[in-house]
């Protein structure tokens, strides 16, 4: 996210200054109308084109610039949640003095060199629990190519450790940056090396990703599939399909389809479409690829009751044609219906649905690993 200039309570922009930040993405239409408004300006059509020049007339007030300054900086940055399954070979609880602390500075100089650790990570024991580790990372990157208030940014990730009774576990990867990322597979990569230096993991044990290319294209449909429709549980109830992204799988298409044989890629957004003929009926799935699916589903958590998006997905395939392209999801903004909350209270709330929901994922996969198995005794 963009991180506000070290002089920005010592100045108000205006004119030139003004009409960059006010063009950001992060500031909506509706909230510049707003400013706007406060001052006796009103437009019929909320257009930036023509209410950013307007701005740019102004000599704001340090409130009305603190207003705008809210708009832009409450917006969080879209985090993206990845968990891989672990087989732990100890009975040994997770937290040592000796495994707590992380040495990053030869990835971040040779990988990152434009970005700083904000403070030195650490991990913890979430809630007392010593088989359940977490840290924090935050970075900060400097760009003096970009306009003053781009030139600063601040990313976040975390990496997460659970070990169960049954010597079971997952880790977790939170990101919000291809930077972020990078530097958290960095992280779990050492202490999984730390962790079988300690004999906690066998030196042979492979941590378990979920890869595109683990599936054929019936079996990622299905997965899907059970992902969203079938995924009702105490938190979440599934309301409907909005987004598919497919392909093709070659151009000997059944005639029904034969229509796709034109097509490299296809992003289909509407309502139903978990309805579409080629994605209910069995028979054509082993003729197209599904990578990437969005779900709407009804929230109840802590007393918020509400709407939200699910995107479920193998991102660098879509982008990259990458078969080893690993399993993430990402959630949109919580709409609440029976309250009303602040930016922070939904940005708390928008990371413990993620959690959820990845907590339902692990279910969901496993349960699909034994449908494999013994799909494949018959």
């Not at 939904?346 to 799909?375: A, C, H, P, R, W």
Request: aromatic share 12%.
């Amino acid at each position: 996210m963009n991180a506000e200039h070290n002089d920005i309570n010592k100045i108000v922009p205006y004119g030139e200054f003004i009409r960059g930040f006010a063009n950001q993405p992060f500031l909506t239409n509706a909230e510049l109308h707003r400013v706007l408004k406060e001052r006796g300006i009103f437009f019929s059509f909320q257009d930036k084109d023509l209410m950013v020049p307007t701005l740019q007339t102004l000599l704001l007030s340090p409130k009305e610039f603190d207003s705008i300054r809210d708009c832009f900086n409450s917006k969080e940055d879209n985090r993206k949640v990845i968990s891989r399954e672990i087989n732990w070979s100890s009975s040994q609880q997770l937290l040592s003095a000796d495994i707590l602390e992380f040495d990053l500075g030869g990835f971040m100089k040779k990988n990152l060199p434009t970005c700083t650790l904000t403070k030195q990570p650490r991990l913890y024991a979430v809630d007392n629990n010593p088989n359940h580790l977490r840290a924090e990372i935050e970075i900060e990157r400097k760009d003096l190519n970009k306009s003053w208030y781009e030139q600063k940014n601040i990313f976040e990730c975390s990496i997460e450790f659970k070990k169960d009774s049954n010597n079971k576990g997952v880790v977790i990867i939170t990101h919000t940056a291809p930077e972020t990322k990078a530097l958290a597979e960095f992280a779990v990569k050492t202490k999984v090396e730390d962790f079988k230096r300690k004999k906690i993991i066998n030196s042979n044990n492979a941590v378990k990703h979920i890869l595109f290319k683990d599936f054929t294209n019936e079996e990622r449909i299905v997965f899907f599939f059970r992902l969203s429709t079938r995924s009702d549980n105490t938190y979440f109830k599934y309301i409907d399909i909005v987004d598919i992204a497919l392909k093709p799988e070659s151009d000997k298409l059944p005639e029904k389809i034969s229509w796709m044989n034109r097509i490299k890629k296809l992003i289909i957004s509407g309502q139903r479409l978990g309805d579409a003929f080629f994605i209910k009926e069995k028979e054509y799935h082993k003729h197209i690829i599904v990578w990437n699916i969005e779900a709407k589903f009804e929230y109840t958590y802590n007393g918020s009751i509400g709407e939200c998006n699910f995107n479920f997905g193998f991102p660098e395939f879509g982008t990259k044609q990458k078969l080893d392209s690993e399993f993430e999801m990402n959630i949109s903004t919580p709409i609440p219906r029976n309250q009303k909350l602040d930016t922070k209270q939904k940005g708390i709330l928008k990371n413990k649905l993620l959690l959820e929901m990845d907590k339902q994922k692990t279910i969901v996969y496993s349960k699909f690993n034994d449908y494999l198995l013994e799909k494949n005794k018959l």
